[in-house]
């Protein structure tokens, strides 16, 4: 196991289980998690499969107890997993925690959908907290536009004096946001990126300026860059190299790995582009140094 970073922002370079036994108990302010699911993802050639669903659960029971540990009295934690996954995640946890909202990330989708029963197109997230009567939760900063007040303007009857709606509100617990696509600015080589929107509203929401954020299966390092962004303290953990390789350049925390120069990777159209600039650059050159030849 190695860490990387500075008092700040942290990268631990090892298991989850094993790195989530190192950090104090009642210490962090906001987990996030997204493992793995169990759906066979293909992530960088370690495969996303347990050899039974009984497996799987009782690894996630072992790193769900750490992180509950690991929270805060008044800290929040924010889970994913797959959709027949989750009731056996909200069983366990309502028992340790208090349950304030069953989330849905929903997304549309034009890929290849199911043919013969309904595709899915959300993922579920539980919203928890150790004391549903002390904790975080920042309603000024997260505020959406309320259609009914700010769009159709209808009137409150109800009141003494009649007004219009509120124009602003909390959001409410189906979140939709797109899917990182290959072409975003924000996109990196990983199967199952979160959105940089997705995480700042729970980090807005949920920490606060010096907090600090943990993301135990960091991936592309949304979480701690968000985190980073937004001037919260982050640690986040990662298993694979080539995952704690996009997350020290995400966080600016080295400019090399084993000797290795640390880059966003070149997309094919952006290859093109490339090329294309580059020919463009030798023609004017070229062409340049043709006119001031002839005269």
């Known amino acids: ?99 304030l909202s069953r989330l849905v990330w929903y997304y549309d989708s034009s890929g290849v959908q199911a043919k013969k029963y309904y595709g899915s197109m959300y993922e579920p997230i539980l919203f928890c907290v150790k004391d549903k009567d002390k904790y975080t939760f920042n309603t000024e900063d997260i505020l959406v536009e309320a259609k009914t007040g700010a769009k159709r303007k209808l009137i409150d009857y109800r009141k003494t004096i009649p007004t219009v709606y509120n124009s602003e509100k909390v959001p409410g617990n189906v979140w939709e946001y797109a899917r ?30 010096g907090d600090l954020v943990v993301d135990p299966f960091s991936g592309t390092f949304t979480t701690c860059f968000v985190a980073k962004e937004l001037g919260r303290n982050s640690i986040g953990i990662e298993l694979q190299d080539e995952y704690v390789k996009i997350g020290l350049r995400r966080l600016q925390l080295a400019k090399e790995f084993k000797g290795e120069k640390l880059q966003k990777e070149i997309r094919t159209f952006e290859t093109v582009k490339l090329a294309t600039a580059n020919n463009l650059k030798l023609f004017e050159e070229t062409h340049g140094k043709y006119i001031h030849n002839k005269h």
Not at 52 to 79: A, H, I, M, P, R
Not at 186 to 208: G, V
Request: hydrophobic share 40%; proline share 4%; net charge neutral.
């Open 1 to 99: 196991m190695e860490i990387f970073g500075n008092d700040r922002h942290k990268i631990i370079h090892g298991e989850a289980l094993q790195a989530l036994t190192t950090l104090a108990n009642n210490s962090v302010d906001l987990i996030f998690a997204d493992p793995p699911y169990n759906i066979g993802k293909n992530f960088n050639g370690h495969k996303d499969r347990w050899a039974t669903e009984e497996d799987y659960l009782e690894w996630c029971y072992k790193w769900l107890d750490l992180c509950v540990q690991k929270l805060k009295s008044n800290g929040s934690f924010y889970v994913m997993t797959a959709t027949q996954f989750m009731p056996f995640f909200d069983i366990y946890l309502r028992k340790r925690l208090n349950i």
């Open 180 to 209: 990182v696509r290959y072409r975003m600015d924000e996109y990196e080589n990983h199967p199952t990126q979160k959105p940089i929107a997705l995480l700042e509203r729970i980090i807005k929401a949920s920490s606060n300026v």
